[in-house]
């Protein structure tokens, strides 16, 4: 088992060979989707604080800086820009909940913590949650595009091999420090609107906690993710008929024909969310990212694509 030198545990309950579930903040999380999804995930299952990496390994404090926060007291403590990891449990499985901001630097002994404490509970395999901005409408369905490397949870969940080749982020690295342990891998990616990537998407949350209840085979808590929906997609709206730029941009988007292409670039600030020093909830008292999101072009006929043209586009970042 790999040195967990930089894991701090809170406790070590018994686990029923759960699924890992990670999210990282920054490069892949467009919209906050990804962390929205499993922030979600972390308040509606009344998930449990298991353990924290210490951050001052993997984080490059000047990017991502911590914060002063003051007590009810009015005395200061430092609020460190941690990843934080929950347990919690659904009727057939349990889960082991990851979310914190992307590590700035040794990401293989990063990688290797979490491979760890999987190991540890004999974990029976891990999916990582991410987003990108595409050239995709607000008001149509979410596309989430599902890869793997197992091919039974290929053939079991319709799963895709990516073919993808070029930079790539945490989690992709991630899947792959699973994929050498034997423990097999899933990677979920959310579409979101570019015009819209400043405001978060509950819409592209809720679509990939819909995807991942249908890989743990249970339903996962879809509220208070669907209420926001509609206000969502109404402030989209409000914003777009205030610019006739858009609101052609949008109407182009939406009729583009099967063969055609449209690129459409914008420059986003991401959020971070992380846990406190010593304990990781709540969760609305984290340290945040100003980060800026990448933008890329996309191609609008297949998901896929638009995924490896934005990862493709971080290139030069």
């Not at 029923?16 to 579930?21: F, L």
């Not at 990582?128 to 995709?136: P, Q, R």
Request: proline share 7%.
């Amino acid at each position: 088992m790999a040195d967990l030198e930089h894991v701090r545990w809170i406790r070590r309950p018994e686990l029923r060979k759960p699924y890992v579930v990670a999210a990282f903040t920054g490069w892949n999380d467009a919209a906050d989707a990804a962390s929205t999804a499993v922030r979600h995930l972390v308040e509606t299952m009344d998930a449990t604080p298991l353990a924290e990496i210490d951050p001052e390994a993997f984080t490059n404090f000047e990017v991502i800086r911590p914060h002063v926060r003051l007590s009810d007291a009015g005395q200061r403590h430092i609020v460190w820009p941690t990843v934080s990891l929950w347990t919690a449990s659904t009727p057939e499985r349990d889960l082991i909940l990851v979310l914190g901001p992307e590590p700035s630097m040794q990401w293989k002994v990063f990688c290797n913590q979490l491979v760890g404490i999987a190991t540890a509970y004999k974990a029976a395999a891990i999916v990582t949650i991410g987003a990108l901005v595409a050239d995709v409408a607000h008001r149509r369905p979410t596309q989430i595009l599902s890869t793997g490397t197992d091919q039974t949870m290929i053939d079991r969940f319709d799963l895709r091999r990516s073919q993808y080749e070029g930079p790539t982020g945490i989690t992709s690295v991630l899947g792959d420090t699973f994929n050498r342990a034997d423990i097999p891998n899933v990677a979920l990616w959310a579409a979101t609107p570019t015009y819209a990537s400043q405001i978060t998407s509950p819409k592209a949350a809720l679509a990939l906690v819909e995807r991942l209840g249908e890989i743990l085979g249970t339903d996962l808590p879809s509220l208070p993710l669907s209420e926001l929906v509609e206000h969502y997609e109404e402030q989209i709206d409000e914003m777009i008929s205030q610019d006739e730029s858009l609101t052609r941009y949008l109407e182009r988007i939406e009729n583009l024909d099967d063969d055609e292409d449209f690129e459409y670039d914008e420059d986003d600030d991401e959020i971070d969310l992380s846990a406190e020093d010593d304990n990781p909830l709540p969760l609305d008292d984290r340290p945040r990212d100003d980060t800026p999101l990448p933008d890329g072009p996309v191609d609008s006929d297949a998901l896929m694509e638009e995924v490896e043209r934005f990862l493709r586009s971080q290139s030069d970042d």
